[in-house]
């Protein structure tokens, strides 16, 4: 199994401004995903973020607005840019684990909401 | 695209009763299939992982069964507490090779009642 842990857990942010959450795995990992989920809403992915490269974004999620660092094989960074109200969501980061189980593991998420 | 629906979409029932929740997957070539427990506002849960060539798999109260042929899985929780109080979600792992090919339901949220 994998334990995630995400900072911040929560956070209330004025419009136009930027949010940063951390992602870190307790151990080393190809791939890490990152969630939204809206109110009342199910999970989207936003990117896979791959160690080395630049993330992969899926439609509808623009790096200018969801840039993402992955430094090394255990953490990563999503930020969320120039907020408005709409972006008030949990922000969950996901790994897989070993085949040939390939289980998901999520973090605790970052809820944030922007006022 | 694979879809996945949960049914029913809310359920409340009272201490001690067994209860079934459902999943249903337009596509059966799965890799797996997973379901989660989510408290409000936090993350994911991981309950139970059944693989696409098993039937079902136990854990404690919770027993979750996979029709892939028939697209269905269901989620047994016996003698329900107040703390199963939860969304539960489940999520279907394509067979393809790729990052987004995980694929969940809207979840169904269960209120036990004591």
């Known amino acids: 199994s994998a334990v995630i842990s995400q900072k911040p857990s929560r956070d209330i942010?004025?419009?136009?401004?930027?949010?940063?959450?951390?992602?870190?795995?307790?151990?080393?990992?190809t791939m890490m995903f990152w969630y939204r989920q809206q109110p009342g809403q199910s999970l989207?992915?936003?990117a896979t973020a791959n160690q080395g490269s630049e993330a992969t974004y899926e439609s509808g999620f623009v790096i200018d607005k969801f840039p993402i660092s992955r430094p090394n094989l255990t953490f990563s960074t999503l930020t969320v840019s120039n907020m408005s109200p709409e972006?008030?969501?949990i922000y969950l980061c996901s790994v897989t684990g070993l085949p040939p189980y390939n289980e998901q593991f999520f973090g605790p998420g970052t809820r944030?909401?922007?006022l | 695209k694979q879809e996945v629906t949960q049914?029913?979409?809310?359920l409340s029932v009272p201490e001690g009763e067994n209860l079934v929740l459902n999943c249903s997957f337009t596509d059966s070539a799965i890799y797996n299939l997973q379901w989660f427990?989510?408290?409000?506002?936090?993350?994911?849960?991981?309950?139970?992982?059944i693989q696409s060539s098993q039937r079902e798999q136990t854990s404690g109260r919770l027993n979750a069964s996979l029709d892939k042929s028939s697209g269905r899985s269901t989620l047994y929780i016996a003698a329900s507490q107040p703390g199963d109080s939860a969304t539960y979600l489940c999520?279907?792992?394509?067979?393809?090779?790729?990052?987004?090919?995980?694929f969940f339901g809207t979840g169904t949220r269960l209120t036990v009642i004591p």
């Open chain 2, 37 to 49: 427990r989510q408290d409000p506002g936090k993350g994911l849960t991981s309950l139970l992982l």
């Open chain 2, 7 to 10: 049914i029913p979409a809310a």
């Open chain 1, 112 to 114: 944030l909401t922007v």
């Open chain 1, 87 to 89: 972006d008030s969501s």
């Open chain 2, 91 to 102: 999520a279907v792992k394509g067979d393809q090779t790729g990052a987004n090919n995980l």
């Open chain 1, 13 to 29: 942010c004025q419009r136009g401004t930027s949010l940063t959450i951390q992602c870190q795995v307790d151990s080393q990992v």
């Open chain 1, 44 to 46: 989207t992915l936003i």
